[in-house]
């Protein structure tokens, strides 16, 4: 998440907010629930395993189900969320994952501190089975407090919205367009303006406008002429993005056209 110091490099704190989503509280209780719940069944089926089978030492009984209560509370979630990269049953239910404060994958280390912090502080008892809550209540990020220890973070992976078509260069800005130098402009660049043109609709306004104005006034510092007439950096970063798409499409026409062999130019046997 740290911003680069090369101008050409504009993965910025902003547009990190374009690819992380951090999830909603609700949703984490939700997540939860769903794994308590599994949790719950588990262990009232394993005392009724033990029910079944028990001998006459109740001591026995109770040690063999405590351990049994420990290997489940703590079993199920830490070698699900280890086997499947950050996603309990609860967390695919309700489409999210656990990943790295930096955004790797989680290891059973991680997995080990989040779920031992849950249980013993995060719904303990002694915090009301509030811990947890109120601090992702609290937290920007929405973290719970094995979160914090753990150095993750739970974010939202469901169905993600595809990305929206590239504008079409407006008629009035196509002759402008087409004399447009952009061959001093870094691929990268570019590359940044059509993501952000792609998803500016999920941005709020104000990192959507700051944005927009860092990749228009870098783009334009690279190209000639100017247009014909004062643009907005959204407008003009369409207009770039458009006529980029156009080049490239016209480049992969022109290569087939060049390397595909007319009926007349192939050998007689192969006509």
């Given at each position: 998440?740290?911003?680069?110091?090369?101008?050409?490099?504009?993965?910025?704190?902003?547009?990190?907010?374009?690819?992380?989503?951090?999830?909603?509280?609700?949703?984490?209780?939700?997540?939860?629930?769903?794994?308590m719940?599994?949790?719950?069944?588990?262990?009232?089926?394993?005392?009724?395993?033990?029910?079944r089978?028990?001998?006459?030492?109740?001591?026995?009984?109770?040690?063999?189900?405590?351990?049994?209560?420990?290997?489940?509370?703590?079993?199920?979630?830490?070698?699900?969320?280890?086997?499947?990269?950050?996603?309990?049953?609860?967390?695919?239910?309700?489409?999210?994952?656990?990943?790295?404060?930096?955004?790797?994958?989680?290891?059973?280390r991680?997995?080990?501190?989040?779920?031992?912090?849950?249980?013993?502080?995060?719904?303990?008892?002694?915090?009301?089975?509030?811990?947890?809550?109120?601090?992702?209540?609290?937290?920007?990020?929405?973290?719970?407090?094995?979160?914090?220890?753990?150095?993750?973070?739970?974010?939202?992976?469901?169905?993600?919205?595809?990305?929206?078509?590239?504008?079409?260069?407006?008629?009035?800005?196509?002759?402008?367009?087409?004399?447009?130098?952009?061959?001093r402009?870094?691929?990268?660049?570019?590359?940044?303006?059509?993501?952000?043109?792609?998803?500016?609709?999920?941005?709020?306004?104000?990192?959507?406008?700051?944005?927009?104005?860092?990749?228009?006034?870098k783009?334009?510092?690279?190209?000639?002429?100017?247009?014909?007439?004062?643009?907005?950096?959204?407008?003009?970063?369409?207009?770039?993005?458009?006529?980029?798409?156009?080049?490239?499409?016209?480049?992969?026409?022109?290569?087939?056209?060049?390397?595909?062999?007319?009926?007349q130019?192939?050998?007689?046997?192969?006509?």
């Open positions: 998440m740290a911003t680069s110091g090369n101008e050409t490099q504009i993965i910025t704190g902003d547009a990190v907010l374009l690819e992380v989503r951090p999830a909603r509280v609700p949703a984490r209780v939700l997540s939860a629930l769903v794994d719940v599994i949790v719950l069944i588990g262990n009232l089926l394993w005392t009724w395993v033990l029910w089978v028990r001998g006459e030492s109740d001591a026995l009984f109770n040690s063999v189900d405590l351990i049994g209560y420990i290997l489940i509370s703590l079993g199920y979630p830490i070698a699900t969320e280890t086997l499947t990269r950050g996603r309990t049953v609860g967390a695919l239910a309700t489409g999210l994952r656990v990943t790295r404060d930096d955004g790797g994958v989680i290891r059973f991680h997995a080990l501190i989040r779920w031992i912090t849950f249980w013993a502080v995060d719904v303990a008892p002694w915090t009301a089975l509030l811990g947890g809550l109120v601090c992702a209540c609290l937290h920007p990020q929405g973290k719970r407090i094995g979160d914090l220890l753990a150095g993750t973070m739970v974010v939202r992976v469901r169905a993600p919205r595809p990305p929206t078509e590239l504008p079409e260069v407006p008629p009035e800005l196509a002759a402008w367009a087409a004399r447009l130098e952009l061959g402009v870094p691929s990268e660049l570019l590359t940044a303006a059509r993501q952000f043109i792609q998803r500016r609709q999920r941005l709020l306004r104000h990192p959507r406008t700051s944005i927009a104005k860092d990749l228009a006034s783009i334009y510092a690279r190209t000639s002429p100017p247009p014909p007439s004062p643009l907005e950096p959204e407008d003009y970063l369409a207009v770039v993005v458009a006529e980029r798409r156009r080049r490239e499409i016209d480049r992969i026409n022109g290569a087939r056209q060049e390397w595909v062999p007319t009926s130019e192939l050998p007689a046997g192969w006509r």
